[in-house]
Nanobody, 125 residues
Framework: VQLQASGGGLVQPGGSLRLSCAAS????????IGWFRQAPGKEREWVSW????????YYADSVKGRFTLSRDNAKNTVYLQMNSLKPEDTAVYYC???????????????????WGQGTQVTVSS
């Protein structure tokens, strides 16, 4: 599967952005799709993913209540609505897909086999 991420940009603290991740090509039968992020000098961090069969979304504690992950199955696209953004949300955001059932809140990026290119999110005044 090919994953195309978009929607990053520069936003002031407290602002909002919506990221999109469009899946295309072969192997669209992934079991979960979601987002990770990586800030300069830090390890890649799980943000959120949604199960393909049940549509249940899971969130890291750092974004819970501020970010919402949704999907449009007809477009093979997931959306990450990010509200109340903070400077610490600044990072390159990557979408990724996993094959195989994941335990709830699974956060290990090594299990995600397909990755899109990153999109930069910068939260700054």
């Amino acid at each position: 599967v090919q994953l195309q991420a978009s929607g990053g940009g520069l936003v002031q603290p407290g602002g909002s952005l919506r990221l999109s991740c469009a899946a295309s090509g072969l192997n669209l039968d992934y079991d979960a799709i979601g987002w990770f992020r990586q800030a300069p000098g830090k390890e890649r961090e799980w943000v959120s993913w949604i199960g393909n069969s049940d549509g249940v979304a899971y969130y890291a504690d750092s974004v819970k209540g501020r970010f919402t992950l949704s999907r449009d199955n007809a477009k093979n696209t997931v959306y990450l609505q990010m509200n109340s953004l903070k400077p610490e949300d600044t990072a390159v955001y990557y979408c990724a897909a996993a094959y195989g059932e994941l335990p709830a809140y699974y956060s290990d990026p090594s299990y995600f086999a397909s990755w899109g290119q990153g999109t930069q999110v910068t939260v700054s005044s």
